[in-house]
Each structure stands twice: as C-alpha cells, then as structure tokens.
C-alpha cells in the first residue's frame, strides 16, 4: 500500500525551531518529486516547498523563504522539513504529498502533522 | 503568480443533486488543472487530473471540464459521502496554487 506518514509537529515557541518527518513506504520514493503543503486552521491549501527525486533543486513559498529548508533521504524512503524563526502564521496542519510523474499535481497525500506556534 | 477564483464558497445541497464548482484562473493555464476533495479532519484526496481525467478510483458520478481559463467540477448525482470541501490546483506555472476552496453541505 503507497503510504506517507508524517511526524513532528509540535507546539513551538515564536522563533523556534521544528524539524518535520515524512516516511514513504509502498512505492520508489527516489523516483518521485516531493512537496510540503500546509492548511492554517479554517483555512484553505497552500503549497510550501518541493524536491526534486535526487534533491538537487528545491523550490519556497515566498512566505517561508530563508527559514524552511526541505530536504530528502532517499536511502530511509524519508522526506523532511526543517522549519526555522517559526511565526504564528506558521501554525497548520503540514501535508506531505507526492507529486505525479511529469507533472505537479499530488496523487499520494499523508494523514498531516500539526504545528503551533504560539507563546 | 497565477489568482484562482473558486465558487460558490458555500453550497447548500440535498443527495441526489447536481451540483457545479467553478473555478476561474487569472490567465490561462491549458488544462493544468486538479481538483481534490477533504473532508474535515482528513487530509485532501485527488480526484481529476488535467482539468478532465478521473483518478483511479474516483466514482464516475464526478467530472471535470474546461481549458485556459475557465474550470467546472460537476457531481451528477450527489451522495452523501460527498458531503465536503473541494479545492482546484493550478500546476501549470510556479508557485502552484489552490483555489480558496467550496464547502458542500447538507440543504
């Protein structure tokens, strides 16, 4: 069964840190683009970040530029997201998901983790 | 960046409806168009690819259509497990975007 399970969340401080997990299983991970995408409380879908399959190009929101870097491990079937300078407007719910073959839409979903930033 | 426009942002409807959700793009986007289904507490799940194409698994009661600017999602005959949020993604140009979302809920 294609599967993505994320961990992590948390509640963090303003200006703290959060390092989010995604573990794939069922499929060849190294082969698919990766993405982060997160859902404010009561809110809509927002992209935040993708990977391409060897990791060599990483692609922000302009929101999170400079704070959060996506990152991979293709050898642990892993996707990350290491989340620095956490605002309130952080706070969500993350997704991770993959990307179809050739095209940037999301065919797999994970069940999401929730990340508070809050004093 | 590419602006969606989805609509209506609310929709009341009763089972056994047709109902439309219309997403429109501030400049064309070919058929570069997926539209997702959430229900609360879940994560989303896809359900047409290029602006037409079902996914595997999704009922044929659900279709999509359009191309370049203007999108619809139309349910045929609504079930009550359809009872929920629907979002369309733009991927045709970076960042991708989602449409602001259309609850569906019981009438």
């Known amino acids: 069964e294609v599967q993505l399970v994320e961990s992590g969340g948390g509640l963090v401080q303003p200006g703290g840190s959060l390092r989010l997990s995604c573990a794939a299983s069922?499929?060849?991970?190294?082969?698919?683009?990766m993405s982060w995408v997160r859902q404010a409380p009561g809110k809509g879908l927002e992209w935040v970040a993708n990977?391409?399959?060897?990791?060599?190009?990483?692609y922000y929101v302009d929101s999170v530029k400079g704070r959060f870097t996506i990152s991979r491990d293709n050898a642990k079937n892993s996707l990350y997201l290491q989340m620095n300078s956490l605002r309130a407007e952080d706070t969500a719910v993350y997704y991770c998901a993959r990307y179809a073959p050739y095209y940037y839409y999301m065919d797999v979903w994970g069940k999401g983790t929730t990340v508070t930033v809050s004093s | 960046v590419i602006w969606m426009t989805q609509s209506p942002s609310l929709l009341s409807a009763s089972t056994g409806d047709r109902v439309t959700i219309s997403c429109r793009m501030s400049?064309?986007?070919?058929?570069?168009l997926a539209w997702y289904q959430q229900k609360p507490g879940k994560a989303p799940e896809l359900l047409i690819y290029a602006a037409s194409t079902l996914q595997s698994g999704v009922p044929s009661r659900f279709s999509g259509s359009g191309s370049g600017t203007d999108f619809t999602l139309t349910i045929s005959c609504l079930q009550s497990e359809d009872f929920a949020t629907y979002y369309c993604q733009q991927y045709y140009s970076f960042p991708w975007t989602f449409g602001q979302g259309t609850k569906v809920e019981i009438k």
């Open positions: 069922g499929f060849t991970f190294s082969s698919y683009w």
């Open positions: 990977i391409k399959q060897d990791g060599s190009e990483k």
């Open positions: 400049q064309g986007i070919s058929s570069y």
